[in-house]
């Protein structure tokens, strides 16, 4: 990722917690929600793993490109569309991680950074440009919005919910489902972060 380093830290630690929360679900939780916790778990940790704000190996790139693109495979496979779009969204950004992040400025052009070679201001101007694909990216940015906005609605309780109305599993486990579409919202806005530093 381009960008500030501690942007990457506190996606880091945003994404490792919710991996780790989204984990221990998938191991105390309801039976139906165990094997979308373990997914949600499993992304998240990635999206840290790939957030890690140090220079990564030539290699890495093309690790993340690897395990994303079939993790995406995998739940398309399995009709889980989200996590479809959320593994290939992490496997393109894996491939813009290759594309260097600056290109070299016509002359005379002002670097939108403010920055110029030092003596006498006559070297070459740099610009920082986006990686990837700007219609990908766009495209991506529109769902994650999206999805962020929808899924933040849900967290809101309905005013018709009653006391006659509560789902089994009791208080417990209406307040760990809560947590989880918490962590999914967490997880979304983490993936717009990742998105706008590219």
Do not use: D, N
Request: glycine content about 16%; charged content about 5%; overall charge positive.
């Amino acid at each position: 990722m381009h960008g500030p380093a501690w942007v990457g830290w506190l996606l880091v630690l945003l994404c490792a917690a919710a991996g780790a929360y989204c984990l221990s679900r998938a191991r105390t939780g309801p039976a139906a929600q165990r094997g979308e916790a373990r997914g949600e778990g499993l992304m998240a940790l990635g999206m840290a793993a790939m957030a890690w704000p140090v220079a990564p190996s030539s290699w890495s790139p093309w690790l993340f490109t690897a395990v994303f693109g079939a993790a995406g495979l995998w739940a398309l496979a399995r009709r889980h569309l989200h996590h479809a779009v959320g593994a290939l969204a992490m496997a393109y950004m894996a491939l813009a991680m290759v594309v260097p992040p600056q290109q070299p400025g016509h002359t005379g052009q002002m670097s939108h950074m403010g920055q110029m070679s030092q003596g006498g201001g006559t070297g070459a101007m740099v610009h920082t440009v986006p990686g990837g694909v700007p219609l990908l990216t766009g495209l991506l940015l529109v769902y994650f919005t999206g999805y962020v906005l929808a899924a933040g609605v849900r967290l809101v309780p309905t005013a018709g919910a009653g006391a006659g109305e509560a789902p089994a599993g009791g208080p417990v486990a209406v307040a760990g489902t809560g947590v989880l579409r918490a962590c999914r919202v967490a997880m979304g806005i983490g993936m717009l972060a990742m998105l706008l530093a590219l």
